[in-house]
């Protein structure tokens, strides 16, 4: 497990080992837009202001996974224990 922190609120949310960081989102109230959920379309696409990504998306460049401020958070997961969501 990790957590995620909302920018904007401060609140920090636990995503289970067996949850997405969407589905955990959305048990919190927050709705992020999703199409595909498979880390195929964009549609979840989401910055991350602090924290590592682990990015099992095939959207992305390696260069912009590479560059950690943002990821698809119906399949990505953190390396780091927080992400800091720009939501
Ligand atoms: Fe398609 Fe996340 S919903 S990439």
Known sequence: AFEVRL????RTL????????TTALAAAGVEVPTSCEQGVCGTCLTRIL???????????TPEEQAA?????PCCSR????????DL
């Open 68 to 72: 950690n401020d943002q990821f698809l």
């Open 50 to 60: 602090a924290g590592e990504p682990d990015h099992r998306d095939a959207y992305l």
């Open 14 to 21: 636990t995503v289970a080992a067996n949850q997405t960081v």
């Open 78 to 85: 953190a390396r780091s224990p927080l992400l800091i969501l």
């Open 7 to 10: 920018a904007s609120s401060g």
